[in-house]
């Protein structure tokens, strides 16, 4: 009699991760194609997937084109317009699936830091409903791939496997340069517990294991220019007699593009203000009709759930005091994960920013939130009903602010309603 039901009691586990993996897919996946029209910086990645496809290479007309960010984030784009048509789903189909697996994946690397099911799910849970996770993966922008990319990285670093741990941050490289401070930190870190658990034998073997990691990450970069090496029409491709060198040229003016980047933009923000959602960057806005008012309102906009980075932001803080005071691996994994995604971008205080981009730093947040959860339930019995009421409080900001994070219409009075701070509008 009982059998039946311990046995589906031990499944209530891989129901709540099929669960939460449901509400992601959903929120993802609900009307995509909303609006049927490029946003933000679509316009660009967009065309870049269509040049892609048919060229190999980006191109205006019959000229080559000077593009800023390598291919592999477009080229994902071109999967999802091969398997889907040129359409706005199809923009957007393979964004939407890589934010389904980035749950699943936080969900794994929790699993495995703190060997415990619930707060597995309770990372799992809070990336699904994350406001600027969903509208990153609902849109066909280049950080969500990154933050794919970065995610799966850590993981293969934490069950430390090297060599394909260079071969997703090469892929991570070829999306967004930023990535090249993960390599970096992941590298370190990598380092810092092979000396940590060292052996006579096996200290040679595990160093060049992360010297081969580091080789194998810059051969994939390289090999995602592939249609560049291939065409005669990629941009400053006549630079050089040898492609090598020529590609060497392309990238100086790539990096003196991004050193340099200074344009006044309405929601440009520094770093500081990203962890408190102080300036979040409206991908697409319009009054449209349908909403029974006079007045209504449809945003995209690239908020992340308020109330879950305003926790994010004490728990980060109060995790580095832990990881200064016990300089324990998995604080220090947290933390310099998360100071790589972060740190950097203070020292280029001028160039053009956008809130946005905090979105690789998003799982390492949430990571530190279930340290913390994890403290509190290893200090305090009756922790679990701070955690409870601190999770519903996220889940209904998650219910009031998706209206505007995945373009409903709704009146102009509700949007407004909205706009908790001033700095959003």
């Not at 392309?250 to 923000?269: A, C, M, Q």
Request: glycine content about 6%; proline content about 4%; aromatic content about 16%.
């Amino acid at each position: 009699m009982l059998h039946p039901i311990i046995k589906w009691f031990r499944q209530i586990p891989s129901l709540a991760l099929i669960a939460i993996l449901g509400c992601a897919a959903f929120v993802r996946f609900y009307r995509l194609g909303r609006p049927d029209s490029l946003v933000f910086d679509e316009v660009y990645y967009v065309d870049g997937a269509r040049d892609f496809l048919k060229y190999g290479v980006e191109v205006t007309g019959n000229d080559p084109e000077f593009i800023v960010h390598p291919a592999i984030g477009k080229w994902l784009i071109a999967v999802g317009i091969a398997l889907f048509g040129d359409t706005s789903f199809g923009w957007r189909a393979v964004g939407a699936v890589i934010g389904v697996a980035s749950v699943l994946l936080i969900y794994l690397i929790a699993k495995r830091l703190f060997a415990n099911e619930s707060i597995a799910l309770l990372a799992a849970s809070l990336l699904a409903i994350d406001g600027l996770a969903i509208v990153m993966s609902r849109t066909a922008l280049l950080d969500n791939t990154l933050t794919f990319f970065v995610l799966l990285a850590f993981y293969l670093l934490i069950r430390q496997r090297y060599l394909l741990m260079g071969v997703v941050l090469g892929l991570a490289i070829a999306t967004k340069w930023s990535a090249i401070y993960f390599l970096v930190a992941f590298t370190l870190l990598a380092l810092i517990r092979i000396f940590r658990n060292r052996k006579d034998l096996t200290l040679p073997k595990a160093s060049l294991k992360m010297v081969g990691a580091n080789l194998i990450a810059v051969s994939m970069y390289i090999f995602s220019w592939l249609g560049w090496f291939i065409s005669n029409r990629g941009w400053a491709r006549d630079s050089s007699s040898n492609p090598l060198i020529a590609l060497w040229n392309y990238h100086r003016e790539i990096y003196g593009f991004h050193s340099t980047l200074d344009v006044d933009h309405n929601y440009r923000s520094h770093p500081w203000s990203w962890l408190v959602m102080g300036r979040p960057t409206s991908f697409f806005y319009q009054s449209p009709q349908g909403c029974g008012s006079e007045e209504c309102s449809q945003e995209i906009l690239a908020l992340g759930n308020p109330i879950l980075w305003w926790f994010a932001t004490i728990a980060i803080a109060s995790l580095i005091g832990y990881w200064l005071h016990r300089r324990d691996e998995i604080t220090t994994y947290i933390v310099i994960g998360f100071l790589a995604g972060y740190l950097p971008w203070f020292f280029f205080p001028d160039r053009t920013m956008f809130t946005f981009y905090a979105v690789v730093i998003l799982p390492f947040l949430i990571l530190a939130i279930a340290y913390l959860a994890q403290e509190l339930l290893n200090h305090y019995r009756r922790a679990w009903v701070a955690i409870i009421l601190g999770f519903t409080l996220v889940f209904i900001a998650f219910i009031y602010f998706l209206p505007i994070q995945i373009g409903s219409i709704i009146t102009y009075e509700q949007w407004q309603a909205r706009m908790w701070l001033e700095s959003w509008i």
